[in-house]
């Protein structure tokens, strides 16, 4: 695999099961009496490829450096990689440690250990990883990683944003690199199609944006897939809402009430979707449509369908609204929708109000008012002529519940309304707060204080509860 002429393995053939062990690299002689020929790069170290320290003898310009460009050009050159990466990344490391070992002392590049290794780290990134980003996706600390070009990684870290040391060769190296992922699931990202939705092995989302449209270099946003299981139990340890909370939201959501998530871009409406389906009953069929699968559903009996993008011919598209109307057909008990953001709100209501009761969405908006709002107009999309008032009579009857999230300035999301739609007086959608979180206005600074408070209002879904057991548990959280 390895190999050239003089390896046992040619590079038409898979790599043998046993690993080959590592040998030292050879240096280059400095005392050899004979004049050497001129070095390709002079001696540096290693640029860092992970937020960890950087090692001795490494400098970080050496991965944009002509000796790794040749490096890595000679490498890829003498293996065969579509059977290498049908190996695991270990076993395929201690052979290119051999190989990168070999070239250098074939070649007399004046490449230091610890960039050889760095060498070999980062060839087994572009092989089975995402380049040199990959470190991060193994930092449980990192919840977003956002890469502005070849020169820029920001990461998110506990709310706040933070400017990593990591950087790409160059613009191509971004795009290859979203490329793969989107090829990964079946989609294509180029110049005739330069953003794209797809997602990683591990599920977390990835939005791509190729130049032109992107001026200062290829961008891609990647949001992670939580490696552990978020619980509405977890998020009021964490301080996202308030004991009291968490019982009233697992009341409704095991009593099929119908539930919208609203809130801004990062806010954690789809976290808090993921720990309300907690609830749902084992024994109930959901389907689940998305545009980029990232879902985590527990339950055992869960279909879950996907957009799907035009081909390149233009045609084949099937997007969310499409998917909604085919999943009435598969006997749902309850359907998810990752986000509502156009005509499909209007299949939505649809099928809240023809017998799916317990349904789920999220949309964007900054408060439970405007979020009824933003539905009107997205109903409206999908058929302009219907009535105002027509509309608003199927979200009083079809949505029992908002949930209002907000990100705050010291990056702790937190639920800010749970606000109940009670029905209408007139043309008008009444609407009554069960709880609030209050702000702290004596405290000012990076820290968000408050309290999370009940309005003792008695719940117009207690008839609900009642019907499913739960109105007793619904009054004692309401007034806890």
């Not at 998110?156 to 060769?169: A, D, I, M, S, V």
């Amino acid at each position: 695999m390895f190999g050239r002429k003089r390896d046992p393995f040619s590079p038409g053939l898979p790599l043998p099961t046993e690993e080959v062990p590592a040998t030292p690299a050879v240096p280059v002689a400095s005392s050899t009496p004979a004049p050497a020929p001129q070095p390709i790069c002079a001696p540096g170290p290693a640029p860092v490829c992970a937020p960890a320290a950087v090692p001795d003898g490494v400098s970080e310009n050496f991965l944009r450096s002509e000796c790794f460009l040749a490096l890595r050009s000679e490498v890829f050159a003498a293996i065969n990689v579509s059977a290498a990466v049908t190996r695991s990344r270990e076993q395929v490391r201690g052979d290119l440690i051999r190989l990168v070992a070999e070239i250098v002392a074939r070649d007399r590049m004046l490449v230091t250990t610890p960039e050889q290794m760095q060498a070999v780290e980062e060839i087994l990134n572009d092989m089975f990883g995402i380049g040199p980003i990959e470190p991060l996706l193994a930092d449980d600390t990192v919840t977003d990683i956002l890469v502005n070009g070849p020169d820029q990684v920001f990461v998110e870290r506990h709310g706040r944003l933070e400017l990593t040391p990591l950087k790409f060769r160059d613009n191509n190296h971004v795009t290859n690199v979203a490329q793969r992922i989107a090829a990964s699931i079946g989609r294509r990202v180029d110049e005739s199609s330069p953003m794209v939705d797809a997602r990683l092995a591990d599920g977390s989302r990835v939005n791509v944006v190729l130049p032109p449209l992107a001026i200062r270099g290829t961008c891609m946003s990647i949001r992670k897939f939580a490696k552990r299981n978020v619980t509405l139990h977890r998020m009021v340890m964490q301080g996202n809402l308030s004991a009291q909370m968490a019982r009233v939201l697992e009341v409704a959501a095991a009593c099929r009430s119908n539930v919208i998530i609203s809130g801004g871009t990062g806010s954690g409406k789809t976290t808090l979707m993921n720990a309300l389906s907690r609830v749902i009953d084992e024994r109930e069929r959901i389907i689940t449509i998305e545009d980029a699968a990232e879902l985590q559903l527990q339950q055992p009996h869960v279909v879950s369908l996907e957009t799907r993008p035009e081909s390149i011919e233009g045609g084949g598209a099937v997007d969310q609204r499409q998917l909604v109307k085919n999943a009435l057909r598969m006997r749902p008990d309850r359907i998810i929708l990752g986000e509502t953001r156009g005509a499909e709100a209007f299949d939505v209501l649809q099928a809240m109000n023809t017998g799916h009761d317990g349904s789920m969405t999220t949309l964007h908006a900054n408060t439970p008012r405007d979020a009824i709002t933003r539905l009107e107009s997205m109903v409206l999309q999908a058929s302009a002529n219907l009535p105002l008032l027509s509309i608003r009579r199927q979200i009083a009857s079809a949505v029992q519940l908002i949930v209002q999230l907000e990100r705050m300035r010291d990056g702790v999301r937190r639920i800010t309304h749970v606000t109940e739609i009670a029905g209408m007086e007139g043309d008008v959608i009444i609407t009554q707060d069960l709880f609030t979180f209050r702000y702290d206005d004596s405290t000012f600074g990076d820290e968000v204080k408050g309290t999370f408070e009940s309005t003792g209002l008695r719940p117009a879904c207690a008839a609900r509860a009642s019907y499913y057991g739960l109105e007793k548990a619904l009054m004692e959280a309401m007034l806890a």
